[in-house]
């Protein structure tokens, strides 16, 4: 069965510094994996994705994130924070043709000026 | 273009209840997916629909059902509301040939009480 692993739920930064969340995943086959963004009060926002092209995704925003197989890991990054980057971020891992995602727990991203 | 739009906003009901909510999908796309989102949590896949049938379902008892009309729209039904069925109900629809990649409209707010 595939999941996910945020690990932290709660990531703080200053603005201008390092973004780095972490998500590891578990799959039996070759995994899809993705990145949302949910803003308070709102749905989820689609950053990047990893369909098992390119190992280093590029998103919106910004964000990154570089498919690591050997470590099962899925990690976004961004270089430097912006305030606007406060939010809940997801990963999720989906099975090709099964169409449906499973998320993690999430990790909330605070930025302070 | 309008993104996926879902209604109502906010509901509360109680107990015993039963609930519609309803979802319309991205221009062009027809798959719709609806997912649980307790506070606090990652989202929980409920089940999704394609060419009016239900595809795939995640571990979600019989009180949830749900339909897909000939327009693509989509509705969940709960039924015998309980307490723990409060959560924020995410709508998420896919292009054809990508239903791995969903589009996330804003949710509905379901308290019961």
């Known amino acids: 069965a595939q999941s996910v692993t945020q690990l ?16 590891n995943y578990s799959s039996s086959v070759p995994p899809y994996l993705f990145w949302y963004v949910q ?3 709102q749905g989820l926002q689609l950053l990047l994705k ?3 092209a390119a190992t280093l995704v590029k998103g919106i925003n910004g964000f990154e994130a570089e498919f690591k197989k050997s ?4 990690h976004l990054t961004k270089p430097s924070a912006h305030m606007s980057d406060a939010a809940e971020y997801f990963c999720a891992v989906s099975v090709h043709n099964t169409d449906k995602l499973i998320f993690g727990t999430g990790t909330r991203l605070q930025v302070f000026p | 273009d309008a993104g996926v739009t879902q209604s109502p906003t906010h509901l509360i009901k109680t107990r015993g209840q039963q609930v519609t909510l309803r979802c319309s999908p991205k221009s062009g796309h027809d798959t719709v997916s609806w997912y649980q989102q307790a506070l606090g949590q990652g989202p929980q896949f409920i089940f999704q629909y394609y060419e009016e049938e239900e595809r795939q379902r995640g571990n979600f008892p019989d009180r949830f059902s749900g339909h897909q009309f000939p327009n693509y729209s989509s509705e969940l039904n709960v039924n015998a509301l309980l307490l723990g069925d409060s959560a924020l109900y995410l709508c998420a ?17 379901l308290t019961v009480l």
């Open chain 1, 8 to 23: 932290g739920s709660h990531v703080s930064v200053s603005e201008g510094a390092l973004v780095l969340l972490r998500c």
């Open chain 1, 39 to 41: 803003y308070p009060n």
């Open chain 1, 50 to 52: 990893y369909t098992s």
């Open chain 1, 71 to 74: 470590e099962t890991s899925f």
């Open chain 2, 93 to 109: 629809s896919s292009p054809t040939g990508e239903a791995d990649t969903q589009y996330f409209g804003p949710g509905t707010r």
